[in-house]
């Protein structure tokens, strides 16, 4: 059964400071990883998605890796603004389209 | 613009009851599902569907029930509500068209069981 975790639970950083945040996967068997964005009362939003074939994947100023063979993902997020502020979770596609969810890390950027 | 919406946003049950939770996407999406979200735990499918006519259940799917008679609508049924049913639930969406599409998440429906 696959199980998705996430370090740290929760993480609290000054504006302008880079960030890394990790999602580890027990089944190395993924088709896709996905991480997305919650911010609170809301639902998710879609950050990245990176397929099994690819290492890593850009969209400003996040980009996210992927080490299949390691079962890790990081979410690296440069110059940190007040408004990343939000909660990131990470979540594994092992077939069709049902993901297993990690429980997230919530971010607070500092002004 | 409308996405995947869902309704009610917030519902307070009281342990007995019965309830429907209504999904509805405008975007032609082959696959929809319900998660739940509680504290700690991430988000868990309770049920899936595949295309219209077509469900099956995820990881915790005792006590819900669900159907897919149209392409955009997926109700969550609560049979009978149990305070352990106290979640946010969330519905998705994406299309089975291509490989590892997005997924579209409605705002969430925050239930109460007392």
């Known amino acids: 059964k696959q199980e998705v975790t996430q370090i740290p639970a929760a993480l609290s950083v000054p504006e302008g400071e880079n960030l890394v945040l990790n999602c580890s996967f027990t089944d190395s068997a993924i088709y896709n990883l996905q991480w997305f964005r919650q911010d609170p009362g809301k639902g998710l939003t879609s950050l990245l998605l990176i397929q099994s074939s690819q290492r890593e994947q850009t969209s400003g100023r996040l980009n996210a890796s992927l080490d299949k063979s390691s079962g890790r993902s990081t979410l690296y997020i440069a110059a940190s603004q007040p408004g990343d502020s939000a909660t990131y979770l990470c979540a594994v596609n092992n077939y069709g389209q049902n993901f297993v969810f990690g429980p997230g890390t919530r971010l607070s950027v500092l002004p | 613009n409308a996405g995947v919406t869902q309704t009610p946003k917030f519902q307070v049950l009281k342990t007995g009851q019965s309830m429907t939770l209504q999904c509805a996407q405008d975007m032609n999406h082959e696959y929809m599902s319900w998660y739940r979200q509680d504290p700690g735990m991430g988000l868990r499918l309770i049920h899936y569907s595949v295309g219209a006519g077509i469900t099956d259940q995820g990881e915790v799917p005792n006590g819900y029930n669900v159907s897919r008679s149209t392409t955009e609508d997926f109700p969550l049924r609560l049979l009978s509500a149990a305070p352990s049913q106290t979640s946010v639930y969330f519905c998705?969406?994406?299309?089975?068209?291509?490989?590892?599409?997005?997924?579209?998440f409605g705002e969430g429906s925050w239930l109460t069981v007392v």
């Open positions: 998705a969406s994406s299309s089975r068209t291509g490989s590892g599409n997005t997924i579209y």
